[in-house]
């Protein structure tokens, strides 16, 4: 295994559009369908419809989702009916359903609907590293696209093996860029551990062990962290674990 410096120095989603520039190397597109303020607005606005929605029907306006769906990705927001039945005056620019890069959801749905934004350029993304994986391995014989071992059971993605050298993808967090990295079967994820440490630093505070430090992200921000893994504090750094990791 090779040592590395430390940390701190869906498919219905996959047809979604990619604005590319280039020569296809950077994914753009979050900033055209608004700015911070306008996804804070528009958060507001849907939190506030959805509230209406569920004090009157008893149900939340949710789309339908597989068990196997990840959390981040699973309780999509049916916008149109709010819209259609006048608790929404109209669909965000932000939405997919508009043309925007982002896709509402609501997670904490039994106890405390909250909404939160899915950003679609991760999604694509990491979707398209996948695929490229994917056909690497195909055509190796089973051989992955590996880089050093990052994290226990996760490795970076070769770049220059995988075809992926210049997809860029810049974290909705922190505006630094995003590591890909993958598993043992090939499932690619985006690397959220400089966002958490960011966090971390910033509030100062020593995470639980057994805390998953997504939740992190979460209470600091309107995204969702979508396509990653649970992170855990570890050997004062934050490391997401890989699913046969437990």
Known sequence: MVSVPPLRATAALSILFLALVLSGC????????????????????????????????????????????PRFEKFRIDLDKL?????????????????????FLLLDEE???????????TVQAVNDVERKVKLYRT???GELP?????????YRVDGKKAGT???????????????????KTGSVYADYAFDIISVIDREGEQPAPEEDLRDLLLQNSWFVPVKSLPYYWAGGEPVPRAPSEG
């Not at 590996?146 to 996760?154: I, K, Q």
């Open 26 to 69: 950077l994914y753009a597109g979050r900033e055209e369908g608004g700015t911070a303020a306008s996804y804070r607005e528009s958060v507001k606005r849907v939190q506030s419809a959805v509230d209406d929605y569920y004090k009157e029907k008893g149900l939340l306006p949710i789309l339908n989702a597989d068990r196997a769906t």
């Open 83 to 103: 819209n259609k039945m006048g608790y929404l005056d109209d669909i965000p620019a932000t939405a997919f359903e508009k043309g925007g890069s982002a896709c």
């Open 111 to 121: 106890r405390n609907p909250t909404v939160k934004l899915m950003d679609l350029v």
């Open 139 to 141: 055509a190796h014989g």
């Open 146 to 154: 590996a880089a050093e071992e990052r994290y226990p059971g996760l």
């Open 165 to 183: 050298e210049r997809f860029k993808l810049r974290s909705v967090y922190s505006g630094q860029a995003l590591d890909f990295i993958m598993d």
